[in-house]
C-alpha cells in the first residue's frame, strides 16, 4: 500500500523566483527518475486546480511533439502549474512557438525551456520520406532541414531504420534550441545572463527514459 503523502501544494511565486536554471533541470531529471520507476508523486490534482486558479508561476516551458504517447507532466512527474507545454507535431520552432516561450520566462518567470523529440516519431519518419498531405506537407517542410542535416549517417536512410530516424529526431532538437537562440534575442540574452537554460532531449517510448542532448 501506498503511504506517500498526497501533494495538493502548488508552485508560488515566492518559490519560483528561489529557483535556479540548474534546480529546475535536475527536478525534471528526477521526476523523469520516477517515472521511470513507477515512484510518481500522489497529487491531489482537484486541490491543484483550485489553488492555481488565482494565477500561475511555472517552472519551465516544454516544446514537445504532439504524440500522444508523450504525456508531458508525466513524463517529469510534475503538477498542475508547474509546466507551460507547447506542442506541435515535429516539436519544431515557429514564431508563434517562440512567442509562447517568451512569454512562459520573461513574462511569468519560467527558469528553463526544454525542446523533447521522441522515438519513433511520425513526423521526423513523414519529413524522411517527403510525405505530401494537404497542410501536413508544409509542416514537414519545417522538419526536412533535420533530414539535410543528417547526411553524415553511417547507415540506410530510411524511415524503416530507427537509429536513422533517432538521428533525424536528435538533429531536430539541436536545430530547434539553434532557431530560439537565433530568432529569439530576448530569450538569448535570458540564457547569456544565467536567467534561464535552454536544453534538448530525447525521450524513448519504450521505457520512458530521457537522453538529453548537448
Request: aromatic content about 6%; charged content about 25%; some cysteine.
Amino acid at each position: 500500500m501506498d503511504t506517500s503523502p498526497i501533494i495538493s501544494h502548488v508552485t508560488t511565486a515566492e518559490e519560483q523566483a528561489l529557483l535556479t536554471p540548474a534546480e529546475v533541470l535536475q527536478q525534471f531529471k528526477d521526476g523523469n527518475k520516477r517515472f521511470r520507476t513507477g515512484r510518481v508523486t500522489r497529487r491531489n490534482h482537484r486541490e491543484q486546480v483550485r489553488r492555481s486558479a488565482p494565477g500561475q508561476y511555472p517552472k519551465a516551458m516544454v516544446l514537445s511533439c504532439l504524440d500522444s504517447r508523450v504525456p508531458v507532466e508525466d513524463v517529469f512527474d510534475q503538477g498542475i502549474g508547474d509546466v507551460f507545454v507547447g506542442r506541435v507535431a515535429g516539436n519544431f520552432v515557429n514564431e508563434d512557438l517562440l512567442g509562447s516561450m517568451e512569454f512562459a520566462c520573461k513574462v511569468a518567470g519560467a527558469k528553463m525551456i526544454l525542446v523533447m523529440g521522441h522515438q519513433h516519431c511520425g513526423a521526423i519518419r513523414g519529413a524522411i520520406d517527403n510525405v505530401q498531405l494537404g497542410n501536413l506537407t508544409t509542416l514537414l517542410a519545417k522538419i526536412k532541414p533535420a533530414v539535410a542535416m543528417s547526411e553524415d549517417f553511417d547507415g540506410e536512410k530510411t524511415s524503416a531504420n530507427p537509429a536513422y530516424v533517432k538521428y533525424v529526431a536528435e538533429n531536430n532538437v539541436r536545430l530547434s534550441l539553434n532557431n530560439i537562440r537565433i530568432h529569439s534575442p530576448i530569450l538569448k540574452g535570458m540564457e547569456d545572463d544565467g536567467e534561464i537554460k535552454i536544453v534538448g532531449a530525447f525521450y524513448r517510448l519504450t521505457d520512458g527514459t530521457l537522453e538529453f542532448i548537448e
